[in-house]
């Protein structure tokens, strides 16, 4: 379906460009919340041939997520103010040419480096591809439907892209980040094929609002962007410490370490091509408490359990869980703040979501050293039954079936 925009720079008023539209937007999205699984495959031989801890070796996949944090508020200001499309185009071109430095580096500080800049161009791809599908897509169901292939397209990106990273990774380490350089095209896509969209907060007269103001009147979004930085925290849990833990039960070879974020990924992906069915049946409360119990048995199995293909059932647990969550909270903080702010609505989602990536094997890395990795699941499931109990003693506000709610909450 198609959608009107308005360029406000130049006057005009035109049609979003339908399928071409949202298939650059469902490509860049394979590239966002799973960009560090893409190397997850080699993390541990990267581990060992730099010589670093397991703790440095997670960083090298979360690095971006602090980049992403500091920068993504710049970013939505940016896309509140000029509009989506030359952020997103540009972010994706970093993506791609920062990501792809992995391909000649063997420095570990340089490594790092390239994966804060990196992180610059992904929080562009993340803010940009959620903007423009509110922007294009404004219908209830055709942007639960878009949503919901969102999710699967981000999903798939976790199924197809460390399958491919591990087929890489088995003839060197660096190959897998030749697939960052996939943002390059897609960046020059988007550059020709999204309308130019006016930023609606440089409409003259219109007051503007910073984003202490933007939590302060919309409390709700606070309750939102913890439950995503603990989404964000549990499945880097997963990611970062998994790999280890198979390995010490004797699963190195990176093809097979790779199946298990292929699981997840592809129970994200069953679950956001029904996504749009499932949540006319559901409220966002009752969706939510789903999620929540799916995370906090993910790590109860991963705490207990030491059969590999046993295993395999936690990773779709979270997976069922994630499907669910993302799409559900990323359209409860879009349509919880007003339109002119909603590019930095987004970017606090962003930082959250990405500072939790980062901040995950720096909280769980020395608990797991000073104890063991079954221990630091125990706790991660701890976590998620605290925010179940939370959530469930102070139910949302937006419980209307079908109706996410905008406004105050």
Do not use: N
């Amino acid at each position: 379906m198609s959608a009107t925009t308005t360029d406000t720079a130049g006057g005009d008023t035109r049609p979003g460009t339908g399928a071409g539209a949202l298939w650059v937007l469902l490509l860049a999205s394979t590239l966002t919340v799973m960009a560090g699984s893409i190397i997850t495959p080699v993390l541990e031989v990267i581990r060992g041939d730099l010589g670093v801890t397991g703790t440095a070796a997670g960083l090298i996949i979360t690095a971006h997520g602090l980049a992403i944090a500091l920068s993504s508020p710049v970013i939505g200001w940016m896309i509140d103010r000029w509009g989506v499309r030359v952020p997103l185009g540009a972010g994706l071109v970093l993506y791609g040419l920062a990501g792809g430095l992995g391909l000649v580096l063997d420095s570990y500080p340089a490594l790092i480096a390239s994966r804060f800049v990196f992180g610059i161009g992904a929080a562009a791809v993340f803010s940009g591809t959620t903007v423009a599908m509110f922007v294009l897509y404004r219908q209830g169901d055709e942007r639960d439907r878009v949503m919901g292939l969102r999710g699967t397209a981000t999903s798939l990106g976790g199924v197809v892209w460390p399958l491919v990273g591990g087929v890489l990774g088995g003839l060197s380490w660096h190959g897998p980040f030749g697939i960052y350089l996939l943002g390059v095209p897609l960046g020059i896509a988007t550059l020709l094929l999204l309308p130019r969209t006016g930023g609606v907060d440089a409409t003259p007269g219109r007051p503007r609002k910073g984003m202490f103001r933007l939590v302060r009147d919309y409390p709700a979004l606070l309750g939102y962007y913890g439950l995503q930085a603990l989404g964000a925290i549990l499945m880097y849990a997963l990611v970062v410490f998994l790999p280890q833990r198979l390995g010490q039960l004797g699963v190195e070879r990176p093809i097979l370490v790779s199946l298990y974020t292929v699981v997840m990924a592809a129970t994200m992906s069953l679950v956001g091509v029904f996504y749009a069915r499932i949540r006319r049946g559901s409220t966002y409360q009752r969706l939510l408490v789903v999620a929540l119990s799916c995370w906090a048995a993910c790590f109860v199995l991963l705490a207990v359990v030491s059969q590999p293909i046993v295993l395999l059932l936690a990773p779709v647990l979270l997976g069922l869980g994630q499907g669910i969550a993302l799409p559900a909270l990323t359209v409860l903080v879009g349509e919880g703040a007003p339109a002119d702010l909603r590019g930095q609505a987004t970017s606090l989602s962003g930082t959250t979501t990405f500072l939790g990536q980062f901040l995950s094997p720096l909280l769980l890395g020395p608990l797991i050293g000073a104890t063991s990795i079954p221990i630091g699941f125990a706790i991660s499931a701890g976590l998620a039954a605290v925010a179940l109990l939370a959530l469930l003693s102070f139910p949302l506000s937006v419980d209307r079936v079908g109706a996410p709610g905008a406004g105050k909450t």
